[in-house]
């Protein structure tokens, strides 16, 4: 009797299960159990589409941004700093000041030789003193070009002539010098007072004495015209209510030695102030190009940084919320600097993601398959046993059940070992590991526990240097046993399996030969997928769930190496065997 059973209808025994395709299962697999055929073909379930809920996205700010401020402030506060320290100018107006002293005491001792030679009269014991309407007169033609205030003192310190104040009809008139009018317009005075206000927040040297004029003057009044008096010129420096600099020289006015007066010249540092204002606005208007060269360097850099990385962010921020394959990484690898790196990995890691997820999507549909299959062939024989009454059938029936069991077990054990696989390496300690005595280990290990028709076992491993790989020694034997066993499993009884050795350059060069049927050529990557069985005739079926060889590719590549099988021939053609080879850097 022949049934034909689907998911919702089984009748008799079933048994569903294939042998060479992907996953162990070729529809139309047949085996007969007490007479009774139970066909079972379960299709290959898609692998199941991701339908997590994203998360919220993140609010990026797009305008504003925080790396174009800092480039900004870092780049004005290089440029600020210089120009802070040009703009405190000290030592130049220090110099000028001295230069005008320097000048003022040349004057003033022209003047007092002048005075000297025209303003001294002999008194009748024979005594010489200064003529106070004489020296008035000639004080006011001395410094009438040099626009500097003169004052004269006489011996006892009284002053005696004042080139601001003139004699006239009403008494002494105090003359003053008028600022000159200002014309500038309201733009200019904006800039003065801003000037003004900037200049106020620079730190000056100590704090000068305010000049304080009395109604009658005397040389006590000045230190500097006392010290004239004493013979010696002096010079001192002040500043009026205004905060203006005055500056003042005293000279003694002396004949044959004798020191007849002091002359006192004084000035105001409007000149100095000016020059330093030239200086200073020179000084800023560079200030003003630079600054405004820098923004625009600083913003066009900025950018240069900012637009890209926010592309980029914005990018994986799409791929983050599961937008799809759509979304891709902008490509800025010709840039040729760091973001360009940036660009690069990301894209790099976003293919390396899809790949990840469209791994685990195809593993979790070969899992479910291949899994549906022990469990259909399982549940009809399960029902098909509760119903039949024949000792003989029921006990085939329950040595199925066992046997889809076992298998189960085998599946999930196998199952668990490759998920675990991806993770255990990318955190596994690496040491040297000898080859040559590991391949004689197992050869050993072989010998000691192999069958009396087994394959007997050849070592090739070159002695001399040692053949040195960095690995985990555990997972490398997982490869090779597992490589040995596939390769006992096909050679024929009594024949040979050779693990071979040996160093090409930086790479070691190691692996299984052995004298059986080969593989197919068109399997000779097949035979590394998931689930892909191709086992010898005479075995019995689902004893292999068909991770072990890719769970061997994961491990070699996780070690930086390769793993590919290859047919050995002999010169007519004739295929003599199969040989898989793992390529490793050496240690």
């Known amino acids: 009797m022949t049934v034909a059973a689907d998911r919702n209808q089984l009748g008799g025994l079933t048994r569903a299960d294939s042998i060479g395709g992907p996953g162990g299962a070729a529809p139309g697999a047949t085996q007969a159990v007490a007479g009774d055929t139970i066909l079972v073909d379960e299709p290959r379930a898609p692998a199941a589409e991701a339908t997590s809920t994203p998360a919220p996205a993140l609010p990026r700010r797009r305008r504003r941004s925080s790396l174009t401020r800092r480039i900004l402030t870092l780049n004005l506060l290089a440029l600020a700093i210089p120009v802070a320290g040009l703009l405190y100018l000290d030592q130049y ?20 030789g002048a005075l000297a030679a025209s303003g001294v009269v002999t008194g009748p014991a024979g005594d010489e003193r200064l003529l106070p309407e004489t020296t008035r007169s000639t004080v006011r033609r001395l410094v009438d070009v040099s626009k500097t205030r003169a004052r004269l003192f006489d011996q006892d310190g009284t002053l005696i002539a004042d080139s601001s104040r003139l004699i ?6 105090e003359i003053e010098m008028l600022p000159p009018p200002e014309n500038d317009t309201l733009l200019v005075s904006l800039v003065r007072r801003l000037y003004d206000s900037v200049v106020s927040l620079i730190p000056r040297g100590k704090p000068l004495p305010l000049y304080q004029e009395r109604a009658q003057q005397r040389a006590a009044d000045y230190p500097e015209a006392l010290q004239a008096l004493d013979g010696e010129p002096a010079s ?18 002396q004949r044959y030695r004798q020191v007849l007066g002091s002359l006192m010249l004084s000035v105001g540092g409007d000149s100095i102030d000016a020059a330093v204002r030239d200086v200073r606005l ?55 600097d760091e973001i360009g790196d940036l660009s690069g990995a990301l894209r790099e890691m976003t293919h390396a ?16 398959h291949e899994i549906k299959n ?11 046993v509760a119903r039949i009454e024949d000792p003989e059938r029921q006990r085939r029936l329950m040595a199925v059940i066992l046997d889809d069991v076992q298998r189960l077990d085998r599946l999930i054990t196998d199952i668990s070992d490759a998920s675990r696989v991806d993770a255990e390496m990318s955190r596994i300690e690496k040491e040297p590991v000898d080859v040559t005595r590991m391949l004689r280990a197992l050869a050993e290990i072989h010998e000691a526990t192999a069958k009396p028709d087994a394959p007997r076992l050849i070592v090739d491993a070159p002695g001399g240097r040692a053949l040195v790989v960095a690995a985990n020694e555990g997972r490398l034997v997982q490869v090779l046993r597992n490589l040995l066993a596939n ?13 071979f050795a040996r160093r ?27 689930f892909y069985t191709e086992r010898p005739a005479g075995e019995k079926f689902g004893t292999h769930s068909g991770l072990g060889l890719s769970i061997s590719r994961q491990i070699v590549e996780a070690h930086g190496g390769r793993l590919f099988a290859e047919n050995l021939t002999e010169p007519d053609g004739r295929v003599r065997g199969a040989r898989f080879t793992l390529l490793l850097p050496a240690a």
Do not use: C
């Not at 001192?236 to 006015?253: M, Q, Y």
């Not at 022990?374 to 098909?384: F, Q, Y």
């Not at 390769?487 to 693990?499: C, D, H, K, V």
């Not at 090409?504 to 998931?530: M, N, S, T, W, Y």
């Open 374 to 384: 022990p469990l259909s062939s399982l549940r009809s024989a399960v029902e098909t």
């Open 282 to 336: 020179n000084i800023l208007k560079v200030f003003g190009v630079a600054f405004a060269i820098t923004v625009l360097l600083s913003l066009y850099l900025a950018g240069a940084i900012a637009r890209p990385l926010h592309r980029l962010a914005e990018a994986a921020d799409r791929v983050r919320r599961g937008q799809g394959r759509q979304t891709e990484i902008p490509d800025f690898t010709r840039r040729g």
């Open 236 to 253: 001192a420096l002040r500043v009026d209510r205004n905060g203006n600099l005055l500056l003042s020289v005293a000279v003694p006015v």
């Open 504 to 530: 090409e350059g930086r790479r070691i060069r190691l692996g299984v030969a052995d004298q059986g049927p080969g593989i197919p050529p068109d399997k000779l990557e097949a035979i590394f997928d998931r």
């Open 353 to 368: 993601l899809w790949t990840r997820m469209d791994a685990i999507e195809h593993f979790a549909a070969d899992v479910a």
């Open 168 to 173: 006239g009809p009403g008494g002494q008139v």
């Open 93 to 112: 107006r220090n110099s000028l000041v001295q230069q005008q002293l320097d000048l003022m005491a040349t004057e003033a001792e022209l003047f007092s």
């Open 487 to 499: 390769a006992m499993s096909f050679s024929p009884p009594g024949g040979a399996i050779t693990l």
